[in-house]
């Protein structure tokens, strides 16, 4: 039997959210794999927290679906099924497609401008290849079509979807050429919402969410 290879320690800060997503990184990049043990002690001593804020994370993890356990057990590593994954993401195209639809005629002057204003900035990091800051902006770009919606019921149903997807969302970006691939499809909902064109923005929305479903469920097929 060959040893395992040693992993890096990985301290992501002393936060609940740092934590979770690094921790869901390492899960869905095959750092961390099915069935592999996740300790609270062990945890605890690598982020440098108490026991407390590792139980929280682990609980957020379990809602991910990429955290099981059972009772008086340790929690382990699940195995995402990629059916699993692409019913996620057919919800989260629906629901950003209605927003981006809505956005469209609901967004204000000084909503529009600033969506305008980011993405043409966005093409910085794009050029970049930072990876990371990218996911950032990303973020901060479907957020933005989501309270243009104008609707609270659907930004929370969007910003909670997307929690459960937000470390597949990133790990597409790990994809060469998905970061101008993924500027050009935003390019696409931004035009048309700045044309008030409410048809073309759900569309470019939906589209560009199968896509990242596409790109992101590479990792869940190859994982374990």
Known sequence: M?????????????TVEQMVRAIADMIVTGVMVPGERLDELSLAARFEVS???????LRELGAMGLV?????RSAIVKNVEEAHLR???????????????????RM???ERNALE???????????SGVAEDYAAYNTDFHN???RGAHNDHLLELATQTRARLAPFRRAQFRLAGRLSKSYAEHDRIVTAILRADAAAAGKAAYDHVAIVSDASTVFAATRG
């Open 2 to 14: 060959t040893q395992a290879k040693q992993r890096p320690i990985i301290r992501a800060g002393t």
């Open 51 to 57: 026991r407390t804020p590792v139980r929280e994370a």
């Open 68 to 72: 099981g356990r059972e009772p008086n």
């Open 87 to 105: 019913a996620m993401f057919e919800a989260m195209a629906e629901l950003e497609g209605i927003c981006a639809r809505l956005s469209a005629t």
């Open 108 to 110: 204000t002057a000084d």
């Open 117 to 127: 204003r980011e993405h043409r900035t966005s093409m910085q990091l794009v050029g």
């Open 144 to 146: 933005r079509l989501y």
